[in-house]
C-alpha cells in the first residue's frame, strides 16, 4: 500500500529556516510529479509547491525565492528547503503523489506541523 511520511516540521522563529521531507513507499516513485500543500488553521489547504516526473519546478507565488521543492529518486524522497520563514508560513504540510494519469494527487501524507513564531 502507497504510503507518504512527512517530517522535518517543527518550532522556529522568523527568518529561521527548516527542510521538510516526504519519504514514500508502496509505489514507483520516480512516475509520479509530487507536491507540497499546507493548511492554516480555519484556512483552506493551499498549493505551495510540485516537481514533475521530469523536475521540473512550481510554486505559489507566496513562496517563490524562499521555499525549494527537490527530489531524490534513488531514495524515494521530496523535500521543501524553506528559508525566510514568515508567521504566515504556519501550517500542517502535506506532501502528496500525482501519478498525472488520473485524479490529481491521488496519495496523501499524513502531514507535519511548521509553527514559525514572530
Known amino acids: 500500500q502507497v504510503q507518504l511520511v512527512e517530517s522535518g516540521g517543527g518550532l522556529v522563529q522568523a527568518g529561521n529556516s527548516l527542510r521538510l521531507s516526504c519519504a514514500a513507499s508502496g509505489l514507483t516513485f520516480r512516475n509520479y510529479a509530487m507536491g507540497w500543500f499546507r493548511q492554516a488553521p480555519g484556512k483552506e489547504r493551499e498549493f505551495v509547491a510540485a516537481i514533475s516526473r521530469g523536475g521540473t519546478r512550481y510554486y505559489a507565488d507566496s513562496v517563490k525565492g524562499r521555499f525549494t521543492i527537490s527530489r531524490d529518486n534513488a531514495k524515494n524522497t521530496v523535500y521543501l528547503q524553506m528559508i525566510s520563514l514568515k508567521p504566515e508560513d504556519t501550517a500542517v504540510y502535506y506532501c502528496?503523489?500525482?501519478?498525472?494519469?488520473?485524479?490529481?494527487?491521488?496519495?496523501w501524507g499524513q502531514g507535519t506541523q511548521v509553527t514559525v513564531s514572530s
Open positions: 502528496a503523489a500525482d501519478s498525472t494519469s488520473g485524479t490529481p494527487y491521488e496519495y
